[in-house]
């Protein structure tokens, strides 16, 4: 049985900083893609960084030097640090995980930024 489970988001000022992380089971984790995703109230679900098994990171230009993705095969379980928040950041954060033709999605992490 697949389970992403993602943890970490909370209420934030802006400037301020949080980590996202998401532990999986049941997957290979080593061999899969992993990505994190952001849904906005009344928007829809976007991508917000992404991260390959050997290592290469991606990231929406929104978050470009401000999060950083990162992941740890031995703990199968990938990161988000986000760091000066903003409020256009709140969002519902999900965790994906890509395998081939096989995509697993967590059920998400809410993050709130004020101003």
């Known amino acids: 049985q697949v389970q992403l489970v993602e943890a970490g988001g909370g209420l934030v000022q802006a400037g301020g900083s949080l980590r996202l992380s998401c532990a999986t089971s049941?997957?290979?984790?080593?061999?899969?893609?992993m990505a994190w995703y952001r849904q906005a109230p009344g928007k829809q679900r976007e991508l917000v960084a992404s991260i390959t098994s050997v290592g290469l990171t991606n990231y929406d230009d929104s978050v470009k030097g401000r999060f950083t993705i990162s992941r740890d095969n031995a703990k199968n379980t990938v990161y988000l640090q986000m760091n000066s928040l903003e409020p256009e950041d709140t969002a519902v954060y999900y965790c994906?995980?890509?395998?081939?033709?096989?995509?697993?999605w967590g059920h998400g992490t809410q993050v709130t930024v004020s101003s």
């Open positions: 994906k995980a890509g395998y081939y033709s096989f995509a697993y």
């Open positions: 049941g997957i290979i984790f080593s061999e899969s893609r």
